[in-house]
């Protein structure tokens, strides 16, 4: 036993999970449809991106591979390897959801047991009682938006308004989510917080999974950029998870990114927030050098799903994986004899797929380390399988759901 390593790229989805046409996303394939695109020429960008999909080293690790395992067809463009160094496969989730909570809670080992509440897809989006409520209950002057909708758009349509009226714009999504804007000095951030502790009081009895405050800066004539400074207010999972037993047995978890809020803080050791890709791989490596033997260092990659996934742009998203495959040789370099890293996803975001949100996908699972002989995994029939291959390497007591890969 050493470490482990928990590296979720959110929503690098590898081909649509069986039942993705119960979720109108039959034929997705984000890392598939980005690498054909790359190939054909129709990625390239101004900053600088060109030519076939570049990701070598994942390539070696077996995402290539595990993409081909999961559609049928290896990915254009990336290199057929005969051998990848990892542990590859593909997993499927059995939770009724393609959301980062339901991904994240089914990957440390715990299938969401129950239907998260949604907001249909009209306007007003919600319920009168609960605007109302929460209206008077944070002394506010009203909301905006009341609707489904990109949060970048809404902002750029709304900001001017929110402004000179005060009141915050208020959207959500096809996931199970109450998304709260503001300007962080005209409206003030620790008011749009407490606005969102409000909110999420208020969601509960809804089984809304989140609600997020989503602060900018900015103004009408420069227009308005979101900041680092978003917080997810989460249900907490309704039973333990990979995270707890890790605590429960005396070692320490590392939430980097939004980890922390994915799971209402519960089994998080020490957190270390960071706002983007860049941020959160510099803290990703400083988790290693702090974790000792026994603990567990647990990642959320924002930035292919937030910046590129959501806003449907292949050429970003195509550079960003790019980019996060440049640096993990910094990551191979820090880990020691013994440790185990698993690198997955936790749905899909499919780039070339119609609408702006998340496609139902399966995600890759390679798990590697300096004594660990590289295999196929097959086809793992549940996230919870990474969840459970952590706890046997931590020698933690089984969880319960999955099959360790070990």
Known sequence: MARAFLLVMDSVGIGGAPDAADFGDDGSDTLGHIAAECAAGRADSTGGRSGPLNIPHMTRLGIGRASEASTGGHPAGLQRIEGPEAIWGHATEVSKGKDTTTGHWE?????VPFKWGYFPQEVPAFPAELTEALIAEAGLPGILGNTHASGTEII??????????????????????????????????????????????????LNIGRVIARPFTGDDENGFTRTPNRRDFSIPPPQPTLLDAAAEAGR??????????????????????????????DATLQAAALAGDGDLVFTNFIDFDQVYGHRRDVAGYAACLETFDARLPEFFAVLRPGDLVILTADHGNDPTW????????????????PNIEGRPAGHLKTFADVGQTLAAHLALPPLRAGMSLM
């Open 354 to 369: 119609t609408g702006t949100d998340h496609t139902r996908e399966n995600v890759p699972v390679l798990a590697f380390g």
């Open 107 to 111: 990957l440390a080992g715990l299938p």
């Open 252 to 281: 320490t978890v590392y939430g980097v990114g939004k980890i922390s809020d994915i799971f209402a803080g519960k089994g998080i050791g020490k957190s270390l927030k960071a706002a983007d890709n860049e941020a959160q791989f």
């Open 156 to 205: 750029e349509k709304l900001g001017a308004e929110h402004v000179r009226t005060g009141k915050p714009i208020c959207y959500t999504s096809v996931d199970s989510v109450f998304q709260i804007a503001a300007h962080e000095d005209h409206f003030g951030l620790e008011r749009l917080y407490e606005t969102c502790v409000i909110a999420r009081r208020l969601c509960d009895p």
